[in-house]
């Protein structure tokens, strides 16, 4: 490798700047907002743990609307969650058409390959 050469990983890419201005607009909501960083502890877990006052939890998951997968983590574990009653809501921009989705049922599952058309 060329020593001027930056090494890009997943953290530069296009979902963590969607991820950094979901952060950035529930935190202007009053939101609080616990970043999860993948390691053999965080194994599936969800990107972000939101939490509000008056709106309560929610676990959300930020992912590129024009290319993204779930990890063999996040398919053991998102579906470990959702029987248990636990919410994941997958936002894909800091809009306030994604940001309304935090106010309707969980969403991703609908995110699954076999739900895109």
Do not use: C
């Amino acid at each position: 490798m060329d020593l001027f050469q930056v090494k890009r990983t997943k953290r530069d890419g296009p979902e963590a700047a969607i991820q950094r201005a979901i952060v950035v607009m529930l935190k202007a909501r009053d939101w609080g907002v616990i970043e999860t960083h993948g390691s053999q502890y965080q194994f599936g877990l969800p990107d972000l743990y939101a939490m509000h006052a008056r709106y309560g939890t929610r676990w959300v998951e930020t992912k590129n609307p024009e290319k993204y997968s779930f990890t063999p983590g996040q398919m053991e574990i998102f579906p470990l969650m959702t029987s248990k009653g636990v919410g994941i809501w997958i936002l894909t921009a800091a809009t306030e058409e994604e940001y309304q989705k935090l106010f309707k049922p969980p969403n991703w599952f609908q995110f699954l390959s076999i739900m895109r058309p």
